[in-house]
């Protein structure tokens, strides 16, 4: 039997449900907030992600389904999609036009990692990206608005919070750490060794215990802030403060991703095991023109579609609709003919095989139908049709004519 590779699920069913009432909820706020959607394809150019997301994090260096297509093309899956959106953002002169430009987005994307509860290969996202706005109140409105939706689904989260700094206070720092690190060198994992030549402030967030026992002592990214940034991040925190979100201060939070300046955040759930990161974002003020389009400030967040779909708090499922079936075979074309002629207006399902009453109450009670409806050879004598409502439970028979 050919199965679906690691890591790469179906979603049906129920599962479908919670995944498209989730769609459905965060496209609704993100509408509410001036966002507008925008589908990026899910092959790109490697070298988009290479001078994006960065060559020396794990996503680019380990994870990118990449491949040679047949014009000798150099390609990979999207592993995230914020690089497609800006490359579109530039492709359409939009950096050119100025102005403040708004996207939300949903889709595959595809990491080659090792697969466990929570982590998938292919896996969704809702995200949303926010071009032209050169303040922290947008920062702020991220927040809120990723606050927004998952409180639209019942899902319970801390807010872990962090500022990279920018090109002004971020080198000094990275040589400070740099210079920390290099003393304690003989102790550190290799994959730290090896983050001390690419990129160093990603030590910072190693899951080895050992080396994080040794960087205790390791300068700290908010105390390394400029004027600039650190008067934007004591902003932030008293916007969001007046806004009602509790947030804790993680000055290890570096993120995943090389194009972040400024804020960084992520929102964590202690309901679903150790890939506990539900969403995730920040700032990317110099993305745009790292990727050849005129520096435009830049803002944005993604969520874990699965990793919430454990979460949601689905609202209760409400009957709806027809079903209608035929008692005898007799009646099975007239119970199609009033299904098309019902349908359009109203959820039907037709049963297509004779049945009797008990089965296709069953069968209505199955789809949640809220009115199960049966022919037999004495409806069609008398023109009629049975009818019963499934939520107060009463019956009737009705006249074809007034059905
Ligand atoms: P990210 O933190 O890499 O950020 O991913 C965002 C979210 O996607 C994570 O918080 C997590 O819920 C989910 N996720 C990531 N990897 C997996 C996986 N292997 N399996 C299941 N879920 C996963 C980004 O992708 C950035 N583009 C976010 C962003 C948008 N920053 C600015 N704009």
Redesign the pocket.
Known sequence: MVKSLR?MNDILSEDYERFTYFINTATDVAQKYGFHFIETPLLEETALFKRS?GESSD?VGKEMYQFTDKGENDVCLR?????GVVRAFIQKKLDKAGGVHRFFYHGS?F?Y?RPQK????Q???F???SFGVDSVYEDATMIMMTSDILKRCGIGYRLQLNSLGDQNCMPDYKANLVKFVTECKDGICEDCVRRLDTNPIRVLDCKNDKCQTLYEGAPKLLNSLCDGCESDFTKLKKILTDNGIAYEIDTNLV???D??SKTAF??VSDNIGS?S??????R?DRLVEFLDGRPTP???????????MELIVMPESKREGYYIGAMDEEAIDLVVRLTQEKRGSQKVICEFKAKNLKNHLKGADKINAKFCCVIGTNEIKDGTIWVKDLESKSEKVILLKDF
Do not use: K
């Not at 830049?298 to 919430?308: P, T």
């Open positions: 890591g997301v996503i592993p995230e999609g914020t690089a994307m990491r990692e929570g982590r998938l290969r896996f969704h996202q995200g949303v990206e993120r995943g991703l194009y972040y992520e929102f890939q990161a539900i969403a995730g974002g920040g990317y830049a803002v944005g967040f993604a969520m874990g579609i699965e990793r919430l």
